[in-house]
């Protein structure tokens, strides 16, 4: 079926640390795939995406790689602070019109 | 993001009441998008719209139901026949049609229904 796996549910790190996040998809059709954080109880925000004619892409702390045969994708977030702390999720675009989320990553920065 | 509204933040009915979300843009984007998020899951896609006066059911669309009338607007009618509404709902746009485009989306509301 259409879905997509997100590794881990919970990630805890010191900060000055790096964190990676990582989510597998199942439709070798899909050519988008962004990254969400959410902090709690507000909204969802775009951090990057990237599509499947790029590799890697990179913003400041904040890098995804892409593997196309493996279908998977990683974010990668560097020097970490206690503002990275939240909620990220993966999604990937599919077939059929939609964008399927991850369930998503609990990431704590410890300072 | 910030021309994308909510009404209300919080809502509580009673069961059996049928409740309308309100979601406004904008940002003059021709798609949009209804999902809810229950604790420990990621986004479920309720409802989307491509085009005023067109929308296409999502994955979760049983005891749902929109309008698309103008382009700004996307209400979502959570009805009786939903199960388990309480939920916290999120609306969402995007610049173009289909869904390999970044979406930007509203506060959200928070729905309890007792």
Known sequence: GENVEQHPSTLSVQEGDSAVIKCTYSDSASNYFPWYKQELGKRPQLIIDIRSNVGEKKDQRIAVTLNKTAKHFSLHITETQPEDSAVYFCAASMRGNKLVFGAGTILRVKS | ?114
């Open chain 2, 1 to 114: 993001d910030g021309g994308i509204t909510q009404s209300p933040k919080y809502l509580f009915r009673k069961e059996g009441q049928n409740v309308t979300l309100s979601c406004e843009q904008n940002l003059n984007h021709d798609a949009m998008y209804w999902y809810r998020q229950d604790p420990g899951q990621g986004l479920r896609l309720i409802y989307y719209s491509q085009i005023v006066n067109d929308f296409q059911k999502g994955d979760i669309a049983e005891g749902y139901s929109v309008s698309r009338e103008k382009k700004e607007s996307f209400p979502l009618t959570v009805t009786s026949a939903q199960k388990n509404p309480t939920a916290f709902y999120l609306c969402a746009s995007s610049p173009r049609q289909g869904f390999s485009y970044e979406q930007y989306f509203g506060p959200g509301t928070r729905l309890t229904v007792t």
